[in-house]
T-cell receptor, first 115, second 113 residues
Framework: GNSVTQMEGPVTLSEEAFLTINCTYT??????LFWYVQYPGEGLQLLLK?????DKGSNKGFEATYRKETTSFHLEKGSVQVSDSAVYFC??????????????FGTGTRLTIIP | DGGITQSPKYLFRKEGQNVTLSCEQN?????MYWYRQDPGQGLRLIYY???????QKGDIAEGYSVSREKKESFPLTVTSAQKNPTAFYLC????????????FGEGSRLTVL
């Protein structure tokens, strides 16, 4: 079945540092890949997505490239801010046992940015 | 503003009691979902519904029940049969053509005393 493996946290960085959160996946076919973010006390929000190999998703200074050869979708940001402190989830879309599309989430990576 | 409203935000329950978590959306989305979030385990799908009066079990449906009588509403009942109900529950919705873009509510935290 489909699975997503994320870099274990927590991750603590200083403001303006470079961020990488690793994500690799196992899937059949050609899934779409996503990063969701969860700020403290809130639900998840879609951060970015990529629907085919070599696509780059980007939003709010974050980027991730769909690498089919390495089955990866690593999240990067060049200069993090305190407001980026949150939990980040990698996810992929695939087909459920009922033939419907469903999302499979990674376990999440907690990021804390120190001023 | 369009969105998903979950209530209550916090709920305490005694063992052996059923509780119902509310989820309402005004996004006119066809599909709705319930996820459970536990520390270190990410999100796991409990139930989902693609259209009114139809729903399917997800990966961890045992001990839970749902209904979808209206497009806007997808309540989740945590029954006494659920062995470890203490968790954070998230409701989500998406357009009928599932693109992976889910819109989430703010969640309900259930604690069993």
């Amino acid at each position: 079945g489909n699975s997503v493996t994320q870099m274990e946290g927590p991750v603590t960085l200083s403001e303006e540092a470079f961020l990488t959160i690793n994500c690799t996946y196992t899937a059949t076919g050609y899934p779409s890949l996503f990063w969701y973010v969860q700020y403290p006390g809130e639900g998840l929000q879609l951060l970015l997505k990529a629907t085919k190999a070599d696509d780059k998703g980007s939003n709010k200074g974050f980027e991730a490239t769909y690498r089919k050869e390495t089955t990866s979708f690593h999240l990067e940001k060049g200069s993090v801010q305190v407001s980026d402190s949150a939990v980040y989830f990698c996810a992929l879309s695939g087909v459920s046992n009922f033939g419907n599309e469903k999302l499979t989430f990674g376990t999440g990576t907690r990021l804390t940015i120190i001023p | 503003d369009g969105g998903i409203t979950q209530s209550p935000k916090y709920l305490f329950r005694k063992e052996g009691q059923n509780v119902t978590l509310s989820c309402e959306q005004n996004l006119n989305h066809d599909a709705m979902y319930w996820y459970r979030q536990d520390p270190g385990q990410g999100l796991r799908l409990i139930y989902y519904s693609q259209i009114v009066n139809d729903f399917q079990k997800g990966d961890i449906a045992e001990g839970y029940s749902v209904s979808r009588e209206k497009k806007e509403s997808f309540p989740l009942t945590v029954t006494s049969a659920q062995k470890n109900p203490t968790a954070f529950y998230l409701c989500a919705s998406s357009r009928g053509q599932y693109t992976g873009e889910l819109f989430f509510g703010e969640g309900s935290r259930l604690t069993v005393l």
